[in-house]
């Protein structure tokens, strides 16, 4: 345990002066009492029992040998090595060792693509939930954002031949896709991305030609992570077929031929990021890349989409994760280190901004988690919960991935000077932060699909009345204040949806960012008000109602002339034991509602 569970004031000030403290050695999950009480509520005792273990001992490693690997590897990035001694095209990436200790740590021991696919998988008689599965995902991320593209990428693939494969190729593929033998694993990858443009995929020109029994795909693509992948599933144009997303079809392309030969493609050369540097991406050009179709040759493009909304929710999983080692890192520090004879944590400056990293990334870990449940519920049939999932994934990924920039760049100012130099973990986070909001779709793109699943599926009525009825559900008093004022602001956004709707041409897509962000909000303030109603029956603990009211001010009431924040001062008073998870007394809310109230008649 960190200084993170001490009280801070009883400790002599002295000895925190030139003290530089990480989270090295921490247990990421011991440490996470957030991520406890959430898997509390969604698991059930026996599967909780059961995962505290796995989730400890993953927690461990990620503060330990997971964070080590995961730094040495940022610093080594892979080499395309194009030719042999013989001048032999072999295009082979060669990884440094520890990213092939990171890939045994997440394919293989603790299985997380395996998990969701099968049962037995870590001794789990079922496949994983959903639920489970992400917070797996969120621990690794602490330590290893890089590798889990890739690793996102082989879970999606698997996902998607599951859906619309033949038998045949299920049966070739998805036991290697779903190892957790490292010897029998093959890993995918999806490559969409032409120089043309990642984002309007109808502009793609790669052409597929019938031959015999498969496809030869002839072209270039501009953006490929995981280039060496045993398998990659690939957009291209059947000859004849018409323009657009719509004349797409999607292609199995094996890396290896059946001789065991390399398939007719050319790693031309990788790519130089600024992050994920532990991973390869590179630009392929396909000279009759022998290529099998998958499921309906003239619905590749909507296929795709499938891989793509599963690796969506996994970014926006993954950010959380990141957020939360930021908050983590920051707090440790600022706990740990004094400046001008007081405590860094002590000055009301940092504790606004210590609080506002705890804020969202509590915030973000309760919605990527609820989001698993719908998922969940989603494959099971409900088509509530496939209404629901279809508009909470593009507003996840396009908020968190988006907000993680700024997030773990507050967390790297928190470290002041150190912060910025690459001993520290920040600007890996920084670095690897920032292409959560381009691949996979840009924000941009996510908040025309949040119009889209408005316009063209109609989920805006399933999506307001889930809120709705979740604050009918609110039992506690004070919870139904903070209620009332969310379903008063959750009407408006609702209207306001509705007026945008009614825009006609380009100009409507003016509104979409700030319609995403204000759903991601209100969707969001109504989970942290219903964890907050549970705390309190359960535990009489008006701790997550004080995180719900702030989230209210800080995102509905306290826009542009400040009245709520001018009058508060309870974060100062409720600082330590809000962050330790002490209890907060009613007083406390009724006093900041009071004031709230006040102000925002
Ligand atoms: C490290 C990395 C790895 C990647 N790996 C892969 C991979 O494995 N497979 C793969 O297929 N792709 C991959 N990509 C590509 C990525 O998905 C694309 O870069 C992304 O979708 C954006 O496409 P683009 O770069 O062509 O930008 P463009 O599509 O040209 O967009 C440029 C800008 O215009 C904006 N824009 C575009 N259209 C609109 C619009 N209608 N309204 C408003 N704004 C708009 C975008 O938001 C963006 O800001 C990777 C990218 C990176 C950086």
Redo the contacts with the bound molecule.
């Keep these: 345990m960190g200084v993170c569970s001490m009280s801070v004031a009883s400790l002599n000030k002295n000895e925190f002066v030139g003290k530089m403290p990480d989270t090295t050695g921490f247990n990421y999950f011991d440490e996470d009492q957030n991520l406890l009480f959430l898997m509390k509520r969604y698991l059930s005792n026996e599967d909780f029992n059961r995962a505290k273990p796995l989730l400890a001992e993953l927690g461990e490693l990620a503060g330990n040998q997971l964070d080590q690997l995961s730094r040495t590897a940022d610093k080594n990035s892979p080499k395309l090595h194009s030719y042999d001694a013989k001048g032999n095209r072999i295009d082979k990436i060669e990884f440094h060792p520890s990213y092939h200790e990171m890939e045994h740590l997440g394919y293989s021991k603790f299985s997380m693509v395996a998990m969701s696919h099968k049962s037995g998988v870590l001794g789990w008689p079922e496949e994983f939930p959903y639920v489970l599965k992400y917070a797996f995902w969120y621990l690794f991320a602490q330590a290893e954002f890089g590798l889990l593209c890739p690793m996102s ?1 082989t879970d999606s693939a698997a996902r998607v031949l599951e859906k619309f494969a033949s038998e045949e190729m299920k049966q070739k593929y998805l036991p290697h896709l779903t190892s957790t033998d490292m010897d029998e694993l093959w890993t995918g ?5 032409e120089k043309q ?4 995929v109808g502009a793609n020109t790669m052409k597929a030609e019938k031959v015999g029994d498969h496809w030869e795909l002839w072209g270039d ?1 501009w ?4 280039p060496s992948a045993d398998i990659a599933l690939v957009l291209a144009r059947p000859e004849n077929s018409q323009a657009g997303t719509k004349g797409l079809g999607m292609f199995l392309v094996p890396r290896k031929l059946e001789d065991n030969t390399l398939n007719r493609y050319s790693i031309n050369r990788l ?1 130089d ?1 600024l992050g ?1 540097l532990c991973m390869a ?1 590179g630009e392929i050009s396909f000279e009759g890349a022998v290529a099998y179709e998958v499921g309906d040759i003239k619905n590749g493009f909507r296929q795709m989409m499938a891989m793509v909304n599963s690796s969506r929710l996994s970014n926006a999983v993954r950010s959380t994760g990141m957020i939360r080692r930021s908050y983590l890192e920051a707090l440790e520090y600022a706990r740990g280190r004094s400046s001008f004879g007081n405590n860094l944590s002590e000055f009301p400056l940092m504790r606004e901004t210590l609080f506002e990293l705890l804020l969202d990334s509590e915030t973000t870990t309760s919605i990527v988690l609820h989001t698993a449940e719908i998922y969940s519920e989603a494959d099971k049939g409900s088509e509530k919960d496939q209404a629901l999932l279809r508009i909470l994934t593009p507003l996840l990924k396009g908020y968190i991935c988006k907000r993680a920039r700024y997030l773990t760049a507050e967390a790297m100012e928190v470290r002041g000077g150190n912060g910025y130099i690459e001993d520290w973990v920040n600007p890996k986070l920084v670095r690897d932060a920032h ?1 959560g909001s ?8 996510l908040a ?1 699909d949040v119009l889209r699943s408005l316009t063209k599926d109609k989920v805006g009525d399933i999506f307001f009345n889930e809120i709705f009825v979740r604050l009918d559900r609110i039992k506690n008093p004070l919870s139904r204040r903070v209620g009332e004022q969310l379903r008063s602001i959750s009407g408006r956004i609702q209207e306001q949806t509705k007026r945008i709707l009614k825009i006609e041409g380009l100009e409507r ?1 003016l509104h979409a960012k700030k319609l995403m962000n204000r759903m991601y909000h209100i969707y969001s303030a109504s989970l942290l008000l219903e964890e907050a109603d549970f705390e309190i029956t359960d535990q009489n603990n008006y701790r997550k109602l004080f995180l719900a009211t702030h989230y209210l001010c800080r995102y509905f009431l306290s826009n542009g002339f400040d009245d709520v924040y001018s009058v508060d001062k309870s974060l100062l008073d409720s600082f330590n034991k809000i962050v330790d998870w002490e209890p907060i007394s009613q007083d406390v809310v009724n006093t900041l509602l009071n004031e709230i109230e006040l102000v925002s008649i």
């Design positions: 990428m990858a999806q490559f969409m991305t443009g990642g984002s309007d693509k953006f490929c992570s995981n790519k990021k994920t991406s292409v381009i691949w996979e779709g840009t924000t941009n793109i025309l897509e």
